[in-house]
Every structure is written in C-alpha cells, then in structure tokens.
C-alpha cells in the first residue's frame, strides 16, 4: 500500500510562485510514474505533470509548460512540483498520484493512477 501526502499549497498573487511537496510511504515507487492533477470547482479533474524516473522523462500539460516542473528527491520518497508565473487559471485542488502499473513513459488519465493523495489547495489572486 502507498500512501501520498500533499503540502505548500496555500493563497499567493498572480505571478507568483509557489512549490509543492507529495510525501509518499508504503511500497517503493521507484520504477512507476507519479503526477500532478488538479481539479477547480465544476470542472474535472486534468493531468498537470508527471514524471517516470524509470525512463528519464517528464511530461507537461500545454497549460503549464515552461512555467511548472516536476521533480523528485534522490531518495524518492518526495514529489515536488515547482509553479511559477501562477495564473487565475492555475487555481484548483492540486493532487499527487501515484501508478502501480509499469509504463512506457508518462501517462495522463486519471485512470492510470492507483494511488491518491487528499489534495492540497492552490488560491491565485488576481
């Protein structure tokens, strides 16, 4: 069992910066993949980032490209997710997920993941 742990949400300006941290216990998830979603009010839940050490690749949603990055530490216990730039539209419950499946590389539905942090909120004021 895994289990995923969000923090470093909270309200910030537009334009700012913000850095979020996944915590995981339980099993080992070295070789599996590990994103970020978010979910605003009334809309779905959508992919944001997500990494696959096991193949060396990161992938990011046209949205935040150039202004997130997704990273791990070298124990790989911790996911982070470094957003610059925010924007009003950045604004959503943001949630780490974790797959229990191998991967070719990153994928981005919801369903690929099997594991879920309670998610951490992100305000952008304008």
């Known amino acids: 069992q895994v289990q995923l742990v969000e923090s470093g949400g909270g309200l910030v300006q537009a334009g700012g910066s913000l850095r979020l941290s996944c915590a995981a216990s339980g099993r080992t998830l070295s070789n599996y993949a590990r994103a970020w979603f978010r979910q605003a009010p009334g809309q779905e839940r959508e992919f944001v980032a997500g990494i696959n050490w096991r193949v060396r690749s990161t992938y990011y949603a046209d949205s935040v490209k150039g202004r997130f990055t997704i990273s791990r530490d070298n124990a790989d216990k911790t996911m982070y997710l470094q957003m610059n730039s925010l924007k009003p539209e950045d604004m959503a419950v943001y949630y780490c997920?974790?797959?229990?499946?191998?991967?070719?590389?990153?994928?981005?539905?919801?369903?690929?993941?099997?594991?879920w942090g309670q998610g951490t909120q992100v305000t952008v004021s304008s």
């Open positions: 997920a974790a797959a229990a499946r191998l991967w070719a590389g990153v994928p981005t539905s919801l369903g690929a993941y099997d594991y």
